[in-house]
């Protein structure tokens, strides 16, 4: 690996999810703090990163870090920076910036004071007082915490948790980067059976049929460093090669999702063929109901309906306490519930053995974790 100091970033509570599936990547001693993991990496890294990462919700580009109490020591700080070794002549650049607990806390003035800094470096660079930014784009980023500045190029462009499959999507989905981030934080793997009886337009299962057939999440979709001159077309290429092959093509996956919901498991469907996996996952159009499924260590992930969503109350309580009877009968399955709801366990009939709270976009949730044996104990 080479200098190249990147920063996976996440919403809160997933920060270990993301770092273990670093490591599996091959990435050498990520440090975890709050909404970001960093790394040390190379061009090829930046490529496998975005190709591979299935809980993170971007990649950065670390540019430098200082202290910048005035303005004058962000020009300074900025423009010591080694943009030129990124942005090119004819580079299309914006800046967006956030400052939290910082004396420098007009956003709208650090991002201009970082635009000239940037370009009064690249003018002693490209010796020229105009650029077209008719060529590739780049955007940098000011994060301002505690009067410390990050400076940071995106290298993803839009958000990884856009696969590119789900065409369309139901009332209130889930993130495919959480989707991926649930199944990872649960006890299924690719040898048992897995249940989203609450499928909606299919994300958790689809998501689990990826992991399982070893699919890289960013197989399908470009992103914005595929243009830059220093990562480029044919780094990806690359990986994108390496990806193909190590798909799982003799998986037996054993995926069932059902929703109450037509139109919703006909989407599910469809997205399911855009993703590539429609062969790994049963769908069908049923209410909540007693299982019939004859393996004994099954796994459900799910994210059924609940209150800020529908804003049904009382039938959301109601959904729960059937979900707890039903689930309950699987005395040696796993079972793994997202909602919002705080009462969620009173409905349920029991408390959880393990409560995780994780963000749904901007709306926080509880992932509720009941455990069943494992499948090798007795």
Avoid at 170 to 198: C, G, H
Avoid at 302 to 322: D, S
Wanted: aromatic share 10%; with cysteine; charged share 30%.
């Amino acid at each position: 690996m080479s200098n190249i100091e990147l920063i996976a970033t996440s919403s809160f509570g997933l920060e270990a999810v993301v770092k273990r599936e670093l490591l599996n990547l091959g990435f050498e001693n990520p440090k975890v703090e709050n909404g970001k993991i960093t790394y040390k990496s190379d061009e090829e890294g930046i490529a496998k990163s975005n190709l591979w990462l299935r809980s993170a919700d971007r990649v950065l580009l670390k540019l430098g870090e200082f202290r910048a109490e005035s303005f004058e020591e962000l020009f300074q700080g900025t423009k010591s920076l080694p943009w030129e070794d990124w942005i090119t002549e004819d580079g299309e650049f914006i800046v967006n910036g956030k400052s939290v607990k910082s004396k420098l806390f007009s956003i709208s003035d650090c991002q201009a004071i970082v635009k000239k800094a940037i370009v009064e470096r690249l003018k002693i660079k490209y010796k020229t007082d105009w650029f077209k930014e008719t060529g590739a784009k780049f955007t940098v980023q000011v994060s301002i915490l505690k009067d410390i500045a990050t400076l940071t190029i995106d290298t993803s462009g839009v958000g990884l948790h856009k696969r590119g499959y789900r065409q369309d999507s139901v009332e209130a989905p889930i993130k495919e980067t959480l989707a991926a981030a649930m199944l990872q934080l649960s006890y299924w793997n690719k040898d048992r059976v897995l249940l989203d009886p609450f499928c909606g337009s299919g994300t958790i299962p689809i998501e689990a049929a990826l992991i399982g057939k070893n699919i890289a999440p960013g197989l399908n979709r470009e992103f914005v460093s595929m243009d830059w001159p220093r990562v480029g077309k044919d780094i990806y290429k690359k990986v994108r090669v390496e990806a193909y092959k190590g798909i799982d093509t003799e998986a037996k996956l054993k995926i069932f999702a059902s929703d109450i919901d037509k139109d919703a498991i006909n989407l599910a469907k469809e997205n399911s063929i855009e993703a590539g996996v429609d062969d790994c996952i049963n769908f069908k159009a049923i209410s909540l109901r007693p299982i019939n499924i004859k393996d004994k260590f099954g796994v459900i992930v799910c994210n059924p309906p609940y209150g800020e969503r529908l804003g049904q109350r009382q039938e959301i309580m109601k959904l729960y306490r059937k979900m707890g009877s039903f689930f309950g009968e699987l005395k040696t399955w796993s079972k793994y519930i997202i909602t919002s709801e705080k009462e969620f366990e009173k409905a349920y009939g029991k408390k959880a053995d393990k409560k995780r709270k994780l963000f749904n976009g901007r709306l926080e949730v509880n992932y509720y974790q009941y455990f069943g044996p494992r499948p090798d104990s007795k």
